[in-house]
């Protein structure tokens, strides 16, 4: 019978579905493989306290704790725990690497129960100081392993969000166009079918970003400030329709499109968040705002994205304004709208090719992109001609006018394929998800650097001299991750955090690492800076494994 259940559960565990991680399970169970590391040294160092009858009670203690976390974390990854919220991982190779380290583990785990129980001998801290380092080693293999998993399903297709989002405001402007073409009785039948299907789609669009949608590829945001301020075009939304439904008869079209104007404000504002925001799985987390003028490429597509995507709302307004100079309506300051906008749309064309940094539009090399641009280009050149007829009041026969009437849903629709194409060049929309991934393995990391350097520093007061290399290592890879995590290095896939939070978290731990790293780096030590190392060293592990804690669940790195 037992044999049945242990061979159920390996099945569960190898090819249940329901074992598969999310990216926020994923984030947890690499904190904690990650932390197991920081025990395997906390531990011996505490063995060694002991060892060196430095507050011994307190630190058989400490060491109970310790192992018996460690021991339940193991089983966890393992086998899942719900008290730690970890799942099992189905990945066969993870599994392997973990049984490596569970075999391991078993040997110490003893020789530490020993030492609890004060029936230990010299040859129990021979075993934890020969085999402290293998179980890290083995360990650190299965957190690399577990961070290797952000691929594939957990890849999450933000450009669409940003696309759709950005899709609205040119809906904004499409509808109000209608409008004025309905009250100008041109093509009425036609712009009243059009107008209605506009209407339909910025309904269930604003719908699906709050709530998602299957049909559009939605999933619905968790994001405070976008749910916010979608739900500020949303009321807006609402409100507008019984004016909207007037305007179609010719009423109101003035109020209507007034406030069709306001929603674009509105919508431009969660374009702009979506933009500064990243989506995990189930779009729980913000774009982070971490970049400088010139993105990287991933970070840059989404602001090629937004951009295109405007261009897309700008045909739409540009074609109104046209109507609304036209029909002499608030005719001066329409004017200068529409040479305001004509004059974007034209310097936003020539920065996919050039690049520009008041745009902070970097060009992608891209030959299909390329070569809708230059299609792009060629129905914009007549059509700013014709705009520019109209702004400067030269378009007394009507015909500039006629022109944008005929050509606006050309230059929309291939301006809409340059979006596409944009999208479909992004080869790597996981990033940022990396990056957190990657700083939860090196912030945890750092949490076993500040238990190994102690476990040496100790070895070390003992006479144990082949610890001297050993010790100048960890010190150093600790201070240099630190640098890593304050400043970002792009080499390592760690980025430099936004989040105030996070920034002061890690000054905290400089404060306290500048303090002791002189005395890790000492030679000799009295027995009063012992001590210090001593009584510092966990408020460092503290302050560091909260660093961590925030790296994986603040919304904002």
Known sequence: ????????????????????????????????????????????????????????????????????????????????????????????????????????????????????????????????????????????????????????????????????????????????????????????????????????????????????????????????????????????????????????????????????????????????????????EKQRLKFSSIINSFMNRNNQLKRLVNLSGKQRMLTQRMTKLSLLVSSNINKKENIKRLLKFSSLYNQTLNAFKNGDKELNCIPLKSKSIDEQIKVIEKKWEPFYKNIKNIANQKDKDGKSLKFIIDNNEKLLKVSNELVKRYEKSNQSQNYLDRVRLRVVNVAGRQRMLTQKMTKEKLLLSKGNMEYKEKLQKTIKLFNDSLNTLINGDSNQTIVKPTNRKIKNQLEKVLSIWTRLKPLYLKEKLSSKEMKTIIKDNPILLSEMNKMVKMSEVEIEY
């Open 1 to 280: 019978m037992r044999q049945f259940i242990t061979l159920l559960i390996t099945l569960l565990i190898f090819n249940s579905s329901l074992f598969a991680l999310s990216d926020k399970e994923l984030a947890i169970s690499i904190n904690l493989a990650g932390k197991q590391r920081m025990l395997t040294q906390k531990m011996t160092k505490e063995a060694f306290l002991i060892h060196s009858n430095i507050n011994k009670q307190e630190n058989i203690e400490r060491l109970k704790k310790s192992s018996k976390l460690f021991d339940k974390t193991l089983k966890g990854l393992m086998l899942g725990d719900k008290s730690l919220k970890l799942v099992a991982i189905k990945d066969k190779d993870i599994q392997k690497q973990l049984k490596k380290v569970k075999k391991l583990w078993k040997p110490f785990y003893k020789e530490i129960e020993n030492i609890i129980s004060n029936k230990a001998t010299d040859n129990s801290y021979k075993i934890l100081e020969k085999n402290n380092i293998p179980i890290l080693k083995e360990m650190n293999v299965a957190v690399g392993m577990y961070a290797s998993q952000n691929k594939g399903d957990n890849k999450l297709k933000l450009a669409n969000d940003i696309n759709l989002a950005g899709k609205q405001r040119m809906l904004t402007q499409k509808m109000g166009k209608d409008l004025l073409f309905i009250k100008n009785n041109i093509k009425s039948k036609t712009y009243i079918s059009d107008f209605k299907k506009s209407q339909k789609l910025f309904t269930k669009t604003i719908k699906g970003l709050l709530n998602g949608d299957k049909e559009l590829n939605l999933k619905g945001t968790k994001i405070t400030q976008i749910v916010k301020q979608l739900k500020v075009v949303d009321k807006l939304w609402i409100n507008l329709q019984p004016t909207l439904e007037k305007s179609l008869h010719g009423k109101d079209t003035k109020e209507a499109i007034d406030e069709l104007d306001n929603i674009l404000v509105e919508m431009n504002r969660a374009v702009i968040l979506y933009t500064k925001s990243v989506n995990r």
